[in-house]
């Protein structure tokens, strides 16, 4: 049946309430507009066409979102639900199932749609509802005295006894095209809000005779919608405690998995465990037993096995072999590259550079456009000076050469096989392989200088 399935996603709400400038749909639950995360859902249930409902001026959704397979309809005067599903009817053809999703309800899960949906045939319409211990702002749900349901009513029209009932609407609901287009052409909008209401379908298909099943969603945060900022930020958490779960599942370890963000895609391999306050970015992949300390955030890298990572540690676009040791405070900015067993230390960074296996970069060093050998010992405060204003140089150290500290290497140069560098040089010219070089004004000591001192 899913092959006939047309799911149509309402958007067109203004979103006044996120007091912002971007539409409120387009709004990020961790990586993802709230729309996307709906349209990827519909497409999950294997929907055979997404319809989503846009309003006037939501130019801006249709461009962020253009990658995604949808057919985009503008509903160009707000004026209701049924208003705005009407709009997609058109576009579906034959007689075939529809779902009624909205781009604001990020959460709904596969789950309970298919479920939704299983119950729906030519005499059966599906409707999600939930038990809410505070229905107000929502459509109530109205049965009969043996427990049918006839309708439902929205809050601005409820009678004070409807207010009272706790068994709310959704609004996500499952129905074939034929009886919901002759129903939609029987709406009316004489109501308080002077709208044409999905809803009222309701009470006409009771009145025909068509069974209304209803389904509830597995956790209230699947039907939860978005209206304000604490309403994003409450289903953010909700979200990131699901992908800390799924990767639980997987044999992660989290220390704390509320303090744990991922927006992106992670891969682990085994016995990873993942320390407080950790923020993972787009698309990343850690070996087995990766350690991942505190307040490091690691965007799109590929991590090997037995890798740690101490606390404060940046890595971007970068790939990282086996036994690396980085941080406290390093920075690996894109495409550095270190091979196996490399170690990066305090207050480094590392730019577009690879560096062999067994090097070593440990303390408050900058290294940028340079190709590192085996086994390359680089001490405390070198410099790669790899820009001259205008243009980027390379740097090639090759295996087996010490750097003494606070050495400054003035691209392009290259430093040869088992090289040694003396302390405080600044190296402008090629350093020959096996060799000592270093630049370094000779030390002088004046006999009996005296330190200026002020007459008493
Ligand atoms: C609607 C339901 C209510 C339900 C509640 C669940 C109706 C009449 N009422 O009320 O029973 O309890 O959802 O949250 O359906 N939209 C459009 N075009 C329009 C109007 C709305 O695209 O012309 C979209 C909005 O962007 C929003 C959704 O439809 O995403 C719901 O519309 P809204 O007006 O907020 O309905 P509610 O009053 O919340
Ligand atoms: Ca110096």
Redesign the pocket.
């Given at each position: 049946m899913n092959n006939e399935l047309n799911v149509i996603i309402?958007?067109?709400?203004q979103g006044t309430r996120m007091k912002s400038d971007l539409p409120k749909v387009l709004h990020l639950l961790g990586d993802k507009p709230l729309l996307e995360h709906v349209i990827l859902t519909a497409g999950q249930l294997g929907a055979d066409a997404i319809h989503v409902?846009y309003?006037h001026g939501g130019e801006t959704v249709k461009k962020s979102l253009a990658h995604m397979d949808v057919n985009w309809i503008e509903?160009e005067q707000?004026?209701?639900?049924?208003?705005?599903v009407d709009q997609a009817m058109p576009a579906i053809t034959g007689n075939k199932p529809v779902l009624i999703l909205?781009?604001?309800v990020p959460l709904i899960s596969q789950h309970t749609l298919a479920h939704l949906l299983s119950e729906v045939d030519d005499n059966t319409m599906a409707l999600l509802t939930a038990a809410m211990n505070d229905p107000t702002?929502?459509?109530r749900i109205i049965r009969d005295v043996s427990g049918n349901v006839t309708g439902?009513v929205?809050q601005k029209d409820a009678k004070p006894e409807q207010k009272t009932i706790k068994e709310?609407?959704?609004?996500i609901l499952a129905v074939k095209s034929d009886l919901l287009r002759r129903w939609l052409n029987m709406l009316e909008n004489n109501n308080a809000q002077g709208?044409f209401?999905?809803?009222d379908i309701i009470a006409i298909a009771a009145k025909e005779g068509i069974a209304i099943k209803t389904a509830k969603p597995a956790a209230l945060s699947e039907i939860e919608?978005v209206n304000n900022k604490i309403h994003l930020a409450e289903l953010e958490r909700v979200y990131q405690r699901q992908q800390a779960d799924a990767l639980m599942i997987e044999g992660v370890t989290f220390k704390d998995p509320a303090r744990f963000d991922l927006r992106g895609d992670l891969r682990t391999g085994k016995d990873v465990v993942i320390d407080v306050n950790v923020v993972i970015e787009g698309k990343v992949s850690l070996g087995d037993r990766v350690y991942i300390a505190p307040n490091c955030v690691i965007k799109d890298a590929q991590i090997g096995s037995d890798v740690t990572i101490h606390p404060n540690t940046i890595v971007e676009k970068s790939r990282i072999g086996d036994g690396c040791e980085l941080g406290p405070f390093a920075r690996l900015r894109p495409e550095t590259q270190l091979n196996n067993h490399v170690k990066i230390g305090n207050f480094v960074e590392i730019k577009k550079s690879t560096v062999d296996d067994h090097s070593k970069v440990n303390h408050l060093s900058y290294v940028g456009d340079t190709t590192m050998g085996k086994r390359v010992n680089v001490g405390a405060g070198t410099i790669t000076c790899n820009y001259d204003g205008a243009f980027k140089h390379q740097t090639v150290i090759k295996d087996d050469v010490f750097i003494g500290s606070d050495t400054q290497l003035v691209a392009p140069v290259e430093v040869g096989e088992g090289a040694t560098i003396g302390a405080g040089s600044t190296v402008t010219h090629d350093a020959p392989a096996g060799q000592l070089t270093l630049s370094r004004a000779m030390q002088k000591t004046r006999k009996g200088w005296k330190r200026p001192q002020k007459n008493k």
């Open positions: 309402l958007a067109a709400g409902v309003g509903q707000q004026l209701g639900t049924g208003h705005a909205y781009g604001d702002g929502y459509g439902i929205e709310i609407n959704t609004g709208e209401y999905l809803t919608g």
